[in-house]
């Protein structure tokens, strides 16, 4: 069955960087997609950065350009997502996301960024 796990979360200072991975399995990984999301306090879920099938497009949320990169190791079967000079309102669970077709999620890891 599909899987998604992250890890990397954690309570970090104002301008300070985290790296996120999910790991992946049970799906050809190499032929998908994946997104990373985040859920804020107040906020609904949304979408942070996606990466294609090969690496070769990305997109980001306005709020995160120039700050995050999202990357991927199709031989690992893994995703990343390295965040940058981050803010206080980057808080919030951080989730891996693939559809393939079918909706996955994994269970979240939670930044915590503090002044």
């Known amino acids: 069955q599909v899987q998604l796990a992250e890890s990397g979360g954690g309570l970090v200072q104002v301008g300070g960087s985290l790296r996120l991975s999910c790991a992946a399995s049970?799906?050809?990984?190499?032929?998908?997609?994946m997104s990373w999301y985040r859920q804020t306090p107040g906020k609904e879920r949304e979408l942070v950065a996606v990466?294609?099938?090969?690496?070769?497009?990305?997109q980001y949320a306005d709020s995160v350009k120039g700050r995050f990169t999202i990357s991927r190791d199709n031989a690992k079967n893994m995703v990343y997502l390295q965040m940058n000079s981050l803010k206080i309102e980057d808080t919030g669970v951080y989730y891996c996301h693939a559809r393939v077709p079918v909706t996955y999620w994994g269970q979240g890891t939670q930044v915590t960024v503090s002044s």
């Open positions: 049970g799906f050809r990984f190499s032929n998908y997609p």
């Open positions: 990466i294609g099938s090969f690496g070769g497009v990305t």
